[in-house]
């Protein structure tokens, strides 16, 4: 039964998708939220915003469904079609190689380094056990290879909080509205966040964001 809800909801969704009658393919999504699997509800939700052109909540959305393991090439395109709008740079669009680094990262499930880390060890294995390898320590040092993947995955993420911004949102000097305004940026950008002051958030890197934002203008990924 409940496959068959799934499927009626898939076929309901796909028809709404079609016939460009967003509104109501979100409210279809918020209503079966509990019948959907985390990844389908936030793939659906984000790729039906950013067809409406709402790129922020588009992005939190999208980027919440890779956090969930899916990396698929259609995710990827929507995601690609919403930095190629966005008027500003986030960590993938940043100049500097450290944050592009992380933005890269950010974009790969822990599950991909995971399975990588498997089959690197498998393989070690597999050559020490047909003697392609007869040096323990070649093999001990080919073990500890094999943890690279999820080294630099967990090295690279680690402390960091990604967050998007929803809607178009002001940067300011300070934790609070009556400092000056450093810049005003369009919603879907992805940064990391540092420091935070009561229901202020300061953005770290992209340093060229650098500055507090609202809680409320924000989704913590």
């Known amino acids: 039964m409940a496959n068959t809800n799934i499927n009626e909801i898939s076929k309901s969704l796909e028809t709404l ?9 979100i409210d279809l999504l918020l209503r079966s939220k509990s019948q959907l699997s985390d990844v389908d509800f936030h793939y659906n939700l984000g790729t039906v915003y950013t067809k409406m052109g709402d790129l922020g909540p588009g992005r939190y959305h999208l980027e919440l469904a890779m956090k969930k393991g899916y990396i698929g090439s259609d995710l990827l395109n929507n995601l690609s079609v919403i ?16 944050d592009q680094f992380i933005g ?7 599950s991909y380094g995971i399975s990588i880390t498997l089959v690197l060890l498998i393989l070690s294995v597999l050559l020490f056990k047909f003697k392609q390898i007869k ?11 094999s943890f690279l993947p999820i080294g630099i995955h967990q090295g690279a993420l680690a402390g960091k909080t990604f967050a998007v911004n929803i809607n178009e949102m002001k940067v300011y000097e300070g934790p ?11 919603g879907g950008l ?6 935070q002051d009561s229901e202020w958030f300061y953005i770290d890197h992209p340093v060229s964001l650098s500055g507090w934002v609202k809680k409320e203008d924000i989704g913590i990924l």
Do not use: E, H, R, W
Not at 177 to 186: C, E, M, N, Q, R
């Open 135 to 145: 040096n323990k320590y070649a093999l001990a040092l080919l073990i500890a290879l």
């Open 190 to 195: 992805k940064f990391i966040l540092g420091k």
């Open 17 to 25: 998708y079609l016939d460009s009658k967003f509104d109501k393919a």
């Open 176 to 186: 609070s509205s009556v400092y000056d305004v450093k810049a005003t940026l369009p």
């Open 104 to 110: 890269i990262v950010s974009q790969i499930p822990i």
């Open 83 to 98: 930095k190629s709008k966005i008027q500003g740079i986030d960590l993938t669009l940043s100049n500097d190689v450290s």
